[in-house]
């Protein structure tokens, strides 16, 4: 069996086309994720990797295909079952989308207080927690115009570990930060995964990041409208036979 298609995956794609109307984004897509893993979706700018991560998270549905989650068809679920899959799951949106007019205390606390019986001091006590493990003690009371972009981040991420999901979906994490807040990112999502045994799925095209964290990868390309590599990056890169998956990852010269 393909390294990318596991029966005992924690996610797993399968056949999926994506489409808006007539238009194809992208076909005959294929991948499984074992629980615990780092996987990367990558490739150039339009080539799909957004929508992808939409119809994983039931933001759209595919064209064709299918997506489980556990073993369980998620498309073919009924709409309760598809939000408690939804309910484990935890997103990093691109550009944070924490509420400004909320400290960041409120913002963490709004799923717990969303879908949760906890007792306000119980919510107060794992907000605390929450933004100490992305290193932000002592920021509870302050709002996201306050604080730097990588620090928005970080919350954003204490947002979506709220509810302890098993999964964590990161659309571009180190878009807008700099070098140094870009690489503080993607060490705590290292962290993350081997404290919480968190699935990880990374949107991304960032070759510094997708080097430092990914376990599994696979390559979206946007001439042949499919999925033309998979496998660790690294060693996609060494081993490389396509002319625009080794240009993509070695951005014309090679990645040490």
Known sequence: MNRTERDDAHIRVRDV???????????????????????VVMGGSGCGKSTLMKIMLGLMPPEKGDVFYSGVNFWES??????????????????????????????????????????PAQISEIVSFKLSLVGLTDFEEFYPSELSGGMVKRAALARAMALDPDILFFDEPSAGLDPVSARVLDDLILELRESLQTTVVV???????????????????????????????????????????CSFLSRGKPHP
């Open 203 to 245: 949107i991304s095209h960032d070759l510094e990041s997708i080097f430092a964290i990914a376990d599994n990868s696979i390559f979206l390309d946007i001439e042949t409208r499919t999925m033309t590599a998979s496998g660790n990056p690294r060693e996609l890169l060494k081993e490389c036979r396509d002319t625009r998956v």
């Open 78 to 119: 009924p709409a309760d079952q598809r939000n408690r899959i939804l309910e484990n799951i935890g997103i990093l949106y691109q550009k944070g989308a924490l509420w400004s007019s909320m400290t960041l205390a409120e913002n963490v606390a709004l799923p717990l207080e969303e879908h949760t019986g906890l007792s």
């Open 17 to 39: 086309t994506m489409a808006y109307g007539d238009y194809v984004v992208m076909k005959d897509i294929s991948f499984s994720i074992p629980r615990g893993e780092i996987f």
